[in-house]
């Protein structure tokens, strides 16, 4: 059903393609706001009839995942409009916010449901028993597992953070709905307050898988860093060409889905012809928008390759590496005249060594005075990459 569905209203393509993504944004939008009316209708009607605060409070939480999957379709509508005067980076990150929207909605009906367990558990109010209502909830969980799968389906297809919260929301509306079922038969038979007792442990996993959900959709608006995989794959294409050394200072830049930028510095012989090395590394520019769909902007670094410099990038890298072996060393060059011997450099440092950025300044100064006369200097960087 899931793929019948995507074949009929999603158009073949790239998962950045902003038409691709407004299909999917659409579909899962829609599919979710007609099922759970039904839900809300179907619950909202047994309840009432049968006089159960906790399916009528399921009820509830069924039209607030209605109202969600409104906030879903507006943001993926808003997140394809094109650039514009105002925002010309684009409308992407909407995207984002529309995710974080549904998972403060998620933790916001794990409150709720803790209330009103916690109000059941002091106060019991025993629902009388029907069928109909049984077979109802156990509809709303069947259609709760498939809204689960369909939805992890299309934010897969995508990587859409906004539609991954929605059916992390669904399963826990399979939970909350299973539990109401089991209070619902299991009432008839004690008078403990198993329902309130159930709904209080349904809250907090609700609660546990709506902030999961807040820390997946608040990383792409508070700055993420690059995957190792997309970073090793530029990496690869750069020094595929000749005349780039290495790359150095990679920083991924993310407006949304489809709308990146990606920076770095390329390493190139000092002696090399300025005009061929432009050409070079505007070429680069264009195969990484080609091949990734990501704007590019490459700064030329000129290093001089002789045997003095690359002694003493040698004894640096291996002062840097005796801190941490994932330092890396960068922009080194020599200037000696006079009374001069200098070296200047940037070392990245993973993050977490447990001393100050001072500290091993300090410390790799020492290390490189003693060891070969020349005066360090050095700027600490640290990556802007998935470690």
Known sequence: MSELLLKLFVPKGSPDDPEVRSRCGLLSGLTGIILNILLVAGKLTVGLIAGSVAIIADAVNNFSDAASSVITLIGFKLAGQKP??????????????????????????????AWSSIEKIITPEPAAFSYAAMGVLIAAILVKVWLFY???????????ASIAA?????????????????????????????????GVIVAIFIFKSGWGAVKSTQAPLLGRPMSK??????????????????????????????????????????????????????????????KFGIEAVIHMDPIVVDG???????????????????????????AEWDKIHNVYFDVILPYGL?????????????EIKEKSGFNAVLHIDHPFIEG
Do not use: C
Request: aromatic share 6%; net charge negative; proline share 3%.
């Open 229 to 290: 995989e997309l970073a090793d794959a530029i990496d690869k294409l750069a020094l595929e060409h000749e005349n780039i050394l290495g790359i150095h200072d990679l920083v991924y830049h993310d407006y949304g889905p489809g709308r990146a930028i990606v920076t770095f510095h390329a390493e190139v012989p000092a002696d090399g012809n300025l005009m061929e090395t432009h050409e070079m590394i505007d070429h680069v520019e264009r195969e990484i928008h080609e």
């Open 308 to 334: 003095d410099t690359e002694e003493m990038r040698e004894l640096v890298e291996n002062v840097v590496k005796e801190i941490s072996p994932e330092a890396t060393v960068h922009d080194l060059r020599i």
């Open 150 to 160: 369909f939805n992890r389906k299309i934010s897969k297809r995508i990587n859409s």
């Open 354 to 366: 447990g001393s100050t950025d001072e500290e091993i300044v300090q410390k790799i100064k020492d």
């Open 84 to 113: 514009d005067k105002e925002h010309p980076f684009g409308h992407g990150r909407i995207e984002y916010i529309a995710g974080l929207i549904v998972s403060v909605l998620i933790i916001f009906m794990g409150f709720e449901l």
């Open 166 to 198: 929605t059916a992390t929301d669904s399963l826990s509306d399979v939970v909350a709905t299973t539990v109401v079922l089991i209070a619902l038969i299991a009432g008839q038979y004690t008078d403990w307050p198993i329902d309130g007792i159930a």
